[in-house]
């Protein structure tokens, strides 16, 4: 298992115990250690807890968040001490591997967390660039009915959502389409359609807990977003950010030229200690 240090890395509120930038504890197995002299908040305490003996193990599998999950906030909105969770040392009986902190997988295995699309629907401001961008570089046309990303207008809340396909570990989609019409690209995960066995059955947008799959006006068959190879011409055009391509909880990693996107700045941390 890995050894801890859980650092506090910023505080944007105020913190009355008081923490300070650079304080610490260390975790090495069951034990939590804090300096001779020091403190540590009980309730931020109790928030990170849960996360450290997952954070110990080396996880590795396609749907994992863990590895790439570095900061964490403690539950006082007014606080909002930011904490960093450190790996050091190495896995019992493990060398160390080496690791793509770009992609967030083992450059030797070629496994871990692959990137996936990200949505902000609080920054969309409904401009539809995206779906313009995506129906014209896969069908030469600039209509929203050959996008495989749309945007959803909910007057109600007064928000725009985008919704597009998020690569779930576990494709709902690929598991209840009954012809076998759906399948994973081995690199980029992303769904791939069989346009030859599709019947048109509508289960996979059923099976959709996003509502990403959308239908071909004219031949019928499931338009799900292909990541256009692994680098997204949708992200690209977003001027806000809301949809970025990236590793959900990783630093400064997302590709895309919106705001936010690319902009080298961490990735919101995660509130009370859960992760996302």
């Not at 409904?126 to 007057?155: M, N, P, Q, W, Y």
């Not at 059923?206 to 977003?225: K, N, R, S, Y």
Request: proline share 7%.
């Amino acid at each position: 298992m890995y050894d801890l240090r859980v650092v506090v890395d910023e505080i944007r509120g105020f913190c009355d115990l008081p923490m300070h930038v650079g304080d610490y504890f260390e975790v090495s197995g069951g034990r939590i250690t804090i300096p001779d002299g020091r403190h540590m908040c009980l309730w931020a305490l109790q928030s990170i807890l849960p996360m450290l003996p997952a954070k110990e193990r080396n996880i590795v599998e396609d749907n994992d968040w863990l590895s790439d999950t570095v900061r964490v906030a403690c539950p006082d909105p007014n606080g909002m001490v930011i904490f960093r969770i450190e790996r050091v040392g190495e896995p019992a009986g493990e060398g160390r591997k080496e690791h793509d902190g770009r992609t967030g997988r083992d450059a030797c295995s070629g496994r871990g967390p692959r990137p996936r699309m990200l949505v902000n629907e609080k920054l969309c401001a409904g401009c539809r660039a995206c779906e313009l961008i995506c129906s014209f570089t896969h069908e030469r046309k600039f209509s929203d009915l050959l996008s495989r990303i749309h945007v959803d207008k909910v007057d109600e809340d007064g928000i725009d959502r985008p919704l597009v396909c998020r690569q779930c570990g576990n494709a709902r989609c690929v598991e209840a389409c009954p012809n076998g019409v759906l399948s994973r690209d081995p690199e980029t995960r992303c769904v791939v359609v069989d346009e030859t066995l599709c019947s048109g059955c509508g289960a996979c947008a059923d099976a959709c807990p996003f509502g990403a799959v959308a239908f071909h006006p004219e031949t019928g068959v499931p338009l799900i977003c292909d990541l256009c190879g692994g680098d997204p011409e949708c992200i690209k055009r977003c001027p806000t950010g809301a949809i970025s391509y990236g590793l959900a909880g990783a630093i400064g990693e997302a590709r895309g030229h919106g705001a936010g996107c690319a902009s080298g700045k961490s990735a919101e941390p995660v509130p009370s200690g859960t992760a996302k």
